[in-house]
């Protein structure tokens, strides 16, 4: 029996300690989550990805599917903005082959439709455009499951980006009115969907339609300068061909602010073709070696971020194994743990021994300890019939006291006759019942003895608390504290009840009370 309870200790023991580790896993995870996106948003890529690799190893100690998923997708989405698609590429394969064996829960569902996108992102970034197709597709049939305008914009906007570089413009168009049913018009979807109309007519040559969906999207602030410097470089090559080269050139302070710097050299080229159509060709030579200064800035940027990404890789490789030797040192410390856990339950096995061994003893004790209170409680009915007796006692003195006073009474009336009318046998009486009296007297000095008994802290605190008392301020007050009427104090004392009520007033002053009240309350108190 105690072999299956010291199991049962022991393992509950291990699965808290399993469980607390693998709760504190989850928010070291999370917590180097939002870490590595905050250095994410700032730029700081070199210490975004250690910490997302952080986050996916402590979400695998804690057996979360999801924030591993997440962390490894967030390192994938570091590279591809570094241009290391390969490498982003990778993160987003393996954050996929971890959802897939989980359950499809709406939260892993969104973050499968993340990757993929992500994935889509990284086909299209290398021309494989039906491959990126394929995907997107997928998302955007997700979104449309859900009902999630928002999405469903999103993939229908990246969706005619991909038709327009495979040629396929109807389902551009199929695809731009979707974002527009779906997005407000000041949505930022909704104002993109004009510029991927703008470069849809001006590959199928609508020339028309590119100048109108311009004007649009020049009225409208919300629209991205980069949007709107594209169109404004299809308005100047359009110009340029129809021979309206002052309208062309008019555009251009306008487009090389508004167009980005990838964007730059298709600007130029532009500009240099319509500068040689005008015969200047001095000014397209400037523009042909805007073109190539450009590129080479591209390539050189291009060059930075490779160098960059490959600094980041190292950064990642000292993180990992610095990492490893935390992880190394924090299994030591598990390892400790479960040692100590161990020590707990051999200590606990030793207690309980020891409690067997014990319990005939403890059992011994209680045995004593219920003979003891049995002689106690033996002890206390003495002390009860004790305190019977004596009060039995007092009330027989307390009735001879006041026959005492009858006959002293008597005695009076008979001294008055014999006044008057000398009588021997008379005189014997008196005599006689002189030495009843005398013998009275004792027995109300028995009284006061036996009151004293019967109620010890009275009397002790009525002394102690009033020393200028005599014996018979003492003798009056226990009359009181036994609750007689004054008629019945007045008969014991041979006075009348006023000369009773007189006494009270005196010791209430006496004492220092106020009232007789206050006085008579203070006696039954004590």
Not at 183 to 195: G, V
Not at 289 to 313: F, G, M, P, W
Not at 329 to 345: E, F, K, M, Y
Not at 347 to 354: G, K
Request: proline share 2%; with cysteine.
């Amino acid at each position: 029996m105690y072999k299956s309870i010291f199991l049962t200790i022991l393992l509950i023991l291990l699965s808290v300690s399993t469980f607390g580790a693998k709760g504190k896993d989850a928010e070291r995870a999370d917590q180097f989550i939002n870490q590595g996106e905050q250095a994410a948003g700032e730029g700081q890529y070199a210490k975004a990805i250690p910490l997302f690799t952080q986050a996916a190893d402590y979400a695998e100690k804690a057996r979360n599917p999801y924030l591993q998923a997440l962390a490894i997708y967030d390192v994938g989405v570091c590279y591809y903005t570094l241009y290391e698609t390969g490498e982003a590429q990778k993160h987003f394969y393996d954050a996929l082959t971890i959802l897939n064996d989980q359950p499809t829960t709406p939260k892993v569902r969104e973050l499968i439709t993340k990757i993929n996108n992500a994935v889509a992102g990284v086909y299209f970034q290398g021309e494989h455009y039906d491959k990126a197709q394929q995907l997107a597709l997928q998302c955007y049939q997700n979104a449309l499951a859900n009902k999630d305008k928002g999405s469903i914009a999103t993939y229908a906007l990246d969706l005619a980006l991909i038709a327009n570089k495979q040629g396929r413009y109807e389902e551009t168009d199929k695809y731009i009115a979707i974002v527009r049913e779906s997005a407000d018009s000041t949505d930022e979807n909704h104002i993109k969907s004009y510029a991927i109309e703008a470069e849809t007519r001006y590959l199928q040559h609508r020339y028309d339609d590119v100048e109108r969906i311009a004007q649009y999207l020049m009225s409208k602030s919300e629209a991205r300068n980069t949007d709107r410097g594209v169109v404004l470089t299809y308005l100047i090559d359009i110009y340029g061909k129809r021979g309206q080269y002052a309208q062309a050139i008019a555009l251009l302070p306008q487009s090389r602010r508004e167009t980005g710097l990838s964007n730059l050299p298709f600007l130029y080229q532009t500009v240099a073709d319509v500068y040689r159509k005008q015969g200047h060709l001095e000014q397209a030579m400037l523009m042909t070696d805007s073109v190539t200064i450009y590129s080479d800035s591209l390539q050189k940027i291009r060059n930075l971020q490779l160098t960059e990404a490959t600094r980041v890789k190292i950064e990642v490789m000292k993180a990992q194994m610095l990492m490893q030797q935390q992880m190394n040192s924090l299994t030591q410390q598990r390892r400790v743990l479960i040692l100590t856990i161990l020590v707990c339950v051999l200590f606990i096995a030793v207690a309980i021994t020891a409690w067997r061994n014990n319990k005939t003893e403890k059992k011994l004790a209680q045995q004593q300890a219920r003979e003891t209170e049995l002689a106690a409680s033996y002890q206390k009915q003495l002390l009860s019939q004790s305190l019977l007796q004596k009060s039995q006692s007092l009330s027989t003195t307390t009735m001879l006291i006041a026959s005492r006073d009858q006959l002293l009474q008597q005695l009076l009336e008979i001294l008055q006759q014999l006044q008057n009318e000398p009588d021997p046998q008379l005189l014997a009486d008196v005599t006689t019942d002189l030495r009843h009296i005398i013998s009275s007297n004792k027995q109300q000095d028995d009284f006061l003895l036996n009151f004293q008994e019967a109620n010890p802290q009275f009397v002790n605190q009525l002394t102690s608390r009033h020393p200028e008392l005599t014996d018979s301020d003492v003798r009056f007050l226990s009359y009181i504290r036994m609750r007689l009427t004054d008629a019945e104090i007045g008969n014991m004392l041979n006075i009348n009840a006023a000369s009773c009520k007189r006494r009270k007033i005196r010791l209430s002053k006496k004492m220092g009370f106020k009232t007789v009240r206050e006085f008579c309350n203070y006696i039954q108190t004590l």
